[in-house]
């Protein structure tokens, strides 16, 4: 049992959080980093992993595999999103960032199909099973660290930072990509080269560990711990006692980790085989736009603190319906990459009512106690859905001719998700879940 010295103590840490909230932020960052390089460098390593085929096949497979990294999603966050809940958000963190750290040190080390055979396929699984269930307790345990260290009246603007570090991630990825195809030939990115990024994520990932260690415990954590009469974290208690805000999670995640998906990973691909620019300008193109994404995060986030959640919500699915047809349509007769970085940043533009607040809203519906698997274990059952297939099922749809089944594809859920965004009364103001039960 914690002593009242030392909730009193952790209480006084928490009232200046920006220490640990920099170093939760910067531990994300690197887990992000490691979860993007697969995809930012897929169109360099799948013909390592896969056998000699026509690319789009080999893209598939590499889609496939990173789809089935989201598999693990689901499992990470109830373990882990328990695990927070039980041990502290510190400690499910510190063990997540370890397992990414080992997938990415995986990678960058198992030999090609021409060395070992399907082997080689079975070990870039197993390391991306492994990432899977790091990123899948990372979320939970990320968005409650960082919307319980946050002030009340500045939860959307420090929650923010979730989604800015997830995107200075995969900025960095490209970043990565960039040097890389700047001081290497396109045989040595294809024959080793891109090997290097996942030898720096796993040197990253371990360094962070060290950083997190440090970090203070939130006083929520500390307070529904001491509490020795609260229900356990656990999956039975999360449909037990919170069904509607468990598939309130789910919907509002499904159409916005798609369009996210859409927009972002698979959009450079998009640019390479649709559009038809070469894959150092389409890297370009997206490491300029996801540069201004990321920076409007904590403006959106400040928004909603004073504006409340719903109105960003809303103007998310308002233009992703009305939008993404359009904007993926006039992207294959882009004339140029400038018309086509306008493009992309008006898609990042209309997600980042989303992605800007998602993590505090969903923060916001649980209680202290079962926070973290609440927030985790939803989202990543809809992100292993509808995010971590969004590549494959769009290369499907052109495989087969259908192109443009992908945009009504991301609209109509877009749309489906704007239901729930019109149901769900938040305010940045109220401490209430939306149904009525108070959260700490």
Not at 67 to 77: H, Y
Not at 320 to 330: A, K, W
């Amino acid at each position: 049992m914690h002593s009242p010295n030392s909730l009193e103590a952790s209480r006084k840490e928490n009232r200046s959080p920006l220490k640990s909230i920099f170093g939760g932020a910067l531990g994300n960052l690197v887990e992000w980093y490691d979860w993007y390089v697969y995809s930012a460098f897929t169109l360099y390593f799948a013909p390592v992993f896969f056998p000699q085929v026509d690319a789009t096949a080999q893209l598939l497979n590499a889609a496939a595999i990173f789809a089935v990294g989201f598999l693990m999603r689901p499992l990470g966050a109830w373990l882990m999103g328990m695990y927070a809940d039980r041990r502290g958000r510190k400690a499910g963190l510190t063990f997540s960032v370890i397992l990414m750290g080992s997938g990415s040190l995986l990678v960058a080390c198992t030999p090609g199909y021409a060395q070992i055979g399907p082997w080689a396929s079975a070990l870039l699984l197993l390391a991306r099973l492994m990432q899977g269930l790091s990123v899948g307790g990372e979320y939970g345990a990320s968005a409650t660290y960082l919307s319980e260290m946050a002030q009340r009246e500045l939860r959307g603007f420090f929650s923010s930072f979730q989604y800015v570090t997830l995107i200075a991630g995969q900025l960095l990825a490209l970043c990565v990509l960039l040097v890389l195809q700047a001081v290497l030939t396109e045989a040595q990115l294809e024959a080793w080269g891109w090997r290097i990024p996942f030898a720096m994520g796993s040197v990253l990932a371990f360094s962070v560990f060290y950083i997190r260690r440090s970090m203070a415990e939130t006083a929520d954590f500390e307070a529904a711990h001491a509490d020795k009469d609260a229900r356990k974290s656990s999956g039975l208690a999360l449909m037990r006692y919170h069904p509607r805000q468990f598939a309130v999670v789910v919907a509002l995640t499904a159409g916005g980790t798609l369009a996210f998906y859409a927009y972002s990973t698979y959009m450079q691909k998009f640019l390479v085989n649709s559009a038809g620019f070469s894959r150092e300008t389409s890297t370009g193109i997206m490491a300029a736009a996801l540069f201004i994404y990321m920076l409007l995060q904590p403006l959106a986030g400040w928004l909603s603190d004073r504006l409340g959640r719903k109105p960003l919500l809303i103007s998310f699915g308002i233009a992703g319906m009305l939008l993404t047809v359009p904007i993926f349509e006039q992207l294959k007769q882009a004339a140029s990459s400038f018309h086509a970085f306008l493009l992309v940043l008006a898609a990042l533009v209309i997600v980042t009512g989303y992605t800007s607040i998602n993590a505090v809203v969903k923060a916001e519906l649980f209680p202290a106690k079962i926070r973290a698997l609440g927030v985790a274990l939803p989202y990543a059952l809809a992100n292993t859905l509808f995010g971590g297939t969004a590549e494959y099922v769009a290369l499907s749809f052109k495989e087969k001719g259908f192109e443009s089944g992908f945009y009504w594809y991301v609209a109509a859920m877009i749309g489906m998700s704007m239901i729930v965004f019109l149901w769900i009364d938040r305010s940045s103001r109220t401490q209430v879940d939306g149904f009525g039960e108070p959260v700490r």
